[in-house]
Structure formats: C-alpha cells, structure tokens
C-alpha cells in the first residue's frame, strides 16, 4: 500500500528510564537532531516517566507511550495518565496502546482472564470516555472488562485536549484491523520484517480502513524496526541474536513465525524463554532468521532495506535490538542509525 504524493518517513526514536541527567540528554539531542517523536517503552514500569522528563526539557518533539500495556492497569489510571501526560507536555503527548501477550499481561502483571482484541477495544473505548468527559461529569461506563459509576468522582480540571491520540500496536492482521477501525494510528511490532510490513500489514490496513469507510490519511502507520549497521556484518548477526531470542520463543507468537518458516526453531526457542533464561537459547536462532528481521550490514544496505518502506510507511522508528547488548554496543548502533536515518 502506497501513499499517494509520499515523502521520506518520519522518524522516531526511544527513551528507556535512565537516570535523570542521561535522560535529559536523550531528549535535547532527539530534539535538536530534528526527531519527529519519542517513545517510551512500557517493559515492567509504567512508560510515562520517562516522558515526563522529556516533556519537561523539550518544546517541539513528540512524546508517545510505546506502548502502555492496557491489561497492567485500569482504563481510568490509563486515562488519567493520558490527561496530565498532555498538560505536562502542551499537547504533544499520543497514547501507544497494545494487548502484550498473555503470559506478560496475565502471568506478570496478573491482569483477569481476558480476550486481548475485546480487552484492547474495550479499552479504547473506556479512555476516551472518561478523557472527554471527566471534567463534566462521567455516565456509567458498562463493559465487559471495565465497570465503573463514577458515582463520587468529582469533576477533573479540563483537559488540554478532549481527543489525545489512540494508537494501537500490532503483530499480526486481526489488530491491524483493530487500528484501521478505531485507532488513530498503528504501531508495527518489532519484529515485523520488512517484506511483511509491506506486503501483508500495509495491504491489511488498506483494506480495514476501506471496509471501515476511512481514508488512509486518518491514521498514522509507524512502523518500528530492527537495524544493526555494522560493517561486520557477522558481528551484527551475533549481537542481534538474543533478541530474536528472546521474541521467537514466545509462544503466542508460534503462527507469526511459522508465517516465516521459523516454526521449529521457535519452538526450540521456546525451552528457554519458558525457564527464564532466552539467553541460552540465543546460538540456537540461525542468521537467516536474523537477517529476515533485522537489517544488518554496511550501512548503505540498511539504508536500502529499510527504504522500501518509502511510502508506505507514515514514520519510522528504527532501533537496535535490545536485549543483551552492553551500553558500548548500544550506543554504537544508536549512532550508526541516527547518522543513517536522522541526518
């Protein structure tokens, strides 16, 4: 799916809860490099601290929760946080929502049995409710997941504005479609390759959204990627595996990646991540399974590989792979993207 008249993506990047003064450094440079936007990811915290601090310390750049997991809380505290996350930062603020997996969702946070796509959806909906209306006066909000009366809540200040920004994360079709329907924008996994950002999410929205009655500009597509450049290419395949690790042997995800002909060595992978320990299982994950979600190499190939999202993307947010990378390799592949791509 193209868009039509395409420019070059914007990009994003990501802020992680460090301390106060590598934080505030973090900011001004996204800042100053001219960052569209910066996310903060929710892995055990909640994502808004980070972004508070940003808020504080930046006039221009966007701030998004990437994303908030909408089991580990009540949709009212997600609200709320939405609310001040906006007045603290003059409007800049979007709410990045997403389902998690069950095994985080129920078996970390301890979030009740529940369906992710009727939780999310429900979710949404139960936020905004209460955005537009807490300073009002709120009706009973009837759900299946989320019951309130509001009965004793007494009226918030107004908020900056009565619509933030709703996107939704995605891994495979089904919250595609959820975005395209109710969302005010999509977020791409991680892990998506990029032939299957092209060729099957971007062809997915297309047709939610025309099945929906919406245009393609009413939402925004950001697609999130993983780039390692490193004239080594067999250095950047090594510091990428743990990650693939760590993602390929959820089981949830067995169907994305049997999509991509790893379905036996995600299961292998799986012996680890079930037992705490992904690291183990990092050797067992093959290059090509790195090179299919990952772009590595020279720089000038990253370039290419990512650039096919040119026009099918709305913005980008290209980052290393996270786990089990020391802060010296970290920075170095944070440099070499943003040389790349932030120029």
Same mark, same amino acid.
């Given at each position: 799916?193209?868009?039509?008249?395409?420019? %070059?993506?914007?990009?994003?990047?990501?802020?992680?809860?460090? %301390?106060?003064?590598?934080?505030?450094?973090?900011?001004?440079?996204?800042?100053?490099?001219?960052?569209?936007?910066?996310?903060?990811?929710?892995?055990? +915290?909640?994502?808004?601290?980070?972004?508070?601090?940003?808020?504080?310390?930046?006039?221009?750049?966007?701030?998004?929760?990437?994303?908030?997991?909408?089991?580990?809380?009540?949709?009212?505290?997600?609200?709320?946080?939405?609310?001040?996350?906006? =007045?603290?930062? +003059?409007?800049?603020?979007?709410?990045?929502?997403?389902?998690? !997996?069950?095994?985080?969702? =129920?078996?970390?946070?301890?979030?009740?049995?529940?369906?992710?796509?009727?939780?999310?959806?429900?979710?949404?909906?139960?936020? =905004?409710?209460?955005?537009?209306?807490?300073?009002? +006066?709120?009706?009973?909000?009837?759900?299946?997941?989320?019951?309130?009366?509001?009965?004793?809540?007494?009226?918030?200040? %107004?908020?900056?504005?009565?619509?933030?920004?709703?996107?939704?994360?995605?891994?495979?079709?089904?919250?595609?479609?959820?975005?395209?329907?109710?969302?005010?924008?999509?977020?791409?996994?991680?892990?998506?390759?990029?032939?299957?950002?092209?060729?099957?999410?971007?062809? #997915?929205?297309?047709?939610?959204? #025309?099945?929906?009655?919406? &245009?393609?500009?009413?939402?925004?597509?950001?697609?999130? /990627?993983?780039?390692?450049?490193?004239?080594?290419?067999?250095?950047?395949?090594?510091?990428?595996?743990?990650?693939?690790?760590?993602?390929?042997?959820?089981?949830?995800?067995?169907?994305?990646?049997?999509?991509?002909?790893?379905?036996?060595? #995600? &299961?292998?992978?799986?012996?680890?991540?079930? &037992?705490?320990?992904?690291?183990?299982?990092?050797?067992?994950?093959?290059?090509?399974? !790195? &090179?299919?979600?990952?772009?590595?190499?020279?720089?000038?190939?990253?370039?290419? =590989?990512?650039?096919?999202?040119?026009?099918?993307?709305?913005? /980008?947010? !290209?980052?290393?792979?996270?786990?089990? /990378?020391?802060?010296?390799?970290?920075?170095?592949?944070?440099?070499?993207?943003?040389?790349?791509?932030?120029?």
């Amino acid at each position: 799916m193209a868009r039509s008249n395409p420019s %070059p993506p914007r990009h994003w990047s990501v802020l992680q809860p460090l %301390p106060a003064p590598i934080l505030v450094e973090m900011a001004r440079q996204a800042e100053a490099r001219g960052i569209h936007g910066c996310f903060a990811p929710q892995v055990y +915290g909640p994502p808004f601290l980070p972004l508070a601090v940003a808020a504080a310390v930046t006039s221009r750049v966007q701030l998004a929760s990437g994303i908030a997991i909408a089991a580990a809380r009540s949709p009212f505290e997600t609200a709320m946080a939405a609310i001040d996350m906006d =007045r603290i930062s +003059g409007g800049r603020f979007v709410l990045g929502l997403g389902a998690s !997996v069950l095994s985080w969702s =129920r078996g970390i946070y301890g979030a009740p049995d529940h369906k992710p796509l009727a939780h999310l959806r429900e979710t949404v909906a139960a936020v =905004r409710h209460i955005v537009r209306g807490a300073h009002t +006066g709120l009706e009973p909000f009837e759900g299946e997941y989320y019951r309130a009366d509001f009965k004793e809540l007494s009226p918030t200040e %107004p908020p900056l504005r009565e619509a933030i920004p709703i996107w939704i994360a995605a891994l495979r079709a089904p919250m595609v479609r959820l975005a395209a329907e109710i969302g005010d924008g999509l977020i791409g996994h991680p892990m998506w390759s990029i032939e299957w950002a092209a060729d099957e999410m971007a062809p #997915a929205l297309e047709a939610a959204l #025309a099945k929906a009655g919406r &245009r393609r500009d009413a939402i925004e597509f950001n697609a999130w /990627l993983w780039a390692a450049p490193n004239p080594d290419e067999a250095a950047a395949i090594e510091d990428a595996r743990p990650t693939m690790a760590f993602y390929g042997g959820v089981k949830q995800y067995e169907s994305f990646f049997e999509a991509h002909g790893f379905l036996d060595v #995600a &299961r292998r992978l799986q012996q680890g991540v079930q &037992r705490g320990d992904y690291r183990s299982v990092a050797p067992l994950v093959p290059d090509e399974m !790195v &090179r299919t979600f990952v772009a590595v190499g020279e720089p000038e190939k990253v370039r290419e =590989r990512i650039g096919r999202l040119t026009g099918i993307a709305d913005s /980008l947010c !290209v980052v290393p792979p996270a786990y089990a /990378l020391g802060p010296e390799k970290a920075l170095y592949y944070a440099a070499s993207i943003a040389e790349i791509f932030q120029a």
